[in-house]
């Protein structure tokens, strides 16, 4: 079966990293992300990862302190989920790249736009870390940056939901789900796709967003062979 998308990037909840435990790593929980993964790559899909960090911490629910600072944290927990994802991986085989917003030459390669895609072209997986380096941005938006930089053909938005809502399906038993929208339409209607800024950089940049429910990790795989799951997001609904 021919993949959809050519390159993709696939942005990772790090809340789903945690699996049941809430806070933290399942390794359980990640291989089994992995294994679809490597399912893609093996297909021909060239993969980029964002990983989120709310496993870990989350900057905006701090408290008193300074929101810089608070966001620097969450961009370290976001090389954490990182490493662990890019370990995972490559137990299972594949050749894998940790690119760092922030300099850490240690642990990561610093994030060379070019350098990452030309791993991507040797059929490596590359995650990016840190968001887009820059405090008051989330990763989010620094999926939708790196998604336009590297010429990817969709953001892959995994979440803990199966697609996008009216409302919060988890309070409200009448939610209804959309299968299309547009990006005036989750603007207008501040529906919980993603945040204003990420979905405004899709917009002007003409990429598209399918948002699927990561708790069956499968669907990774289907969103690249152009199986329906979840919502898409485009120009025209």
Not at 80 to 87: F, K, R, T, Y
Request: hydrophobic share 40%; with cysteine.
């Amino acid at each position: 079966m021919e993949p959809k998308y050519h390159r993709v990037l696939l942005k990772l909840s790090g809340e789903a990293l945690a699996g049941d435990k809430k806070t933290g790593l399942d390794y359980s929980v990640i291989t089994e992300i992995g294994k679809s993964i490597k399912k893609c790559a093996d297909a021909g899909v060239q993969m980029g990862i964002v990983v989120g960090g709310g496993n870990f911490w989350r900057g905006r629910s701090s408290g008193a302190m300074d929101r810089t600072r608070a966001d620097h944290i969450g961009m370290l927990a976001t090389t954490m989920n990182a490493l662990a994802v890019a370990d995972v991986l490559e137990s299972l085989g594949m050749d894998v790249r940790v690119q760092t917003a922030i300099a850490m030459h240690q642990v990561a390669e610093p994030y060379i736009r070019n350098k990452a895609v030309r791993h991507m072209e040797k059929g490596r997986v590359v995650i990016f870390g840190c968001g887009t380096g820059n405090p008051f941005f989330s990763t989010d938006t620094a999926s939708t940056l790196r998604a336009a930089e590297i010429e990817a053909d969709i953001v892959l938005k995994a979440t803990m939901v199966d697609g996008v809502y009216d409302k919060d399906p988890n309070k409200y038993e009448d939610a209804v789900k959309f299968d299309k929208l547009s990006f005036n339409e989750i603007l207008v209607r501040n529906l919980a796709v993603m945040d204003s800024t990420a979905a405004s950089m899709c917009k002007d940049n003409h990429l598209p967003i399918l948002v699927f429910d990561l708790s069956r990790p499968d669907n990774i795989y289907d969103a690249c062979m152009g199986i329906p799951v979840g919502t898409i997001v485009s120009d025209e609904a």
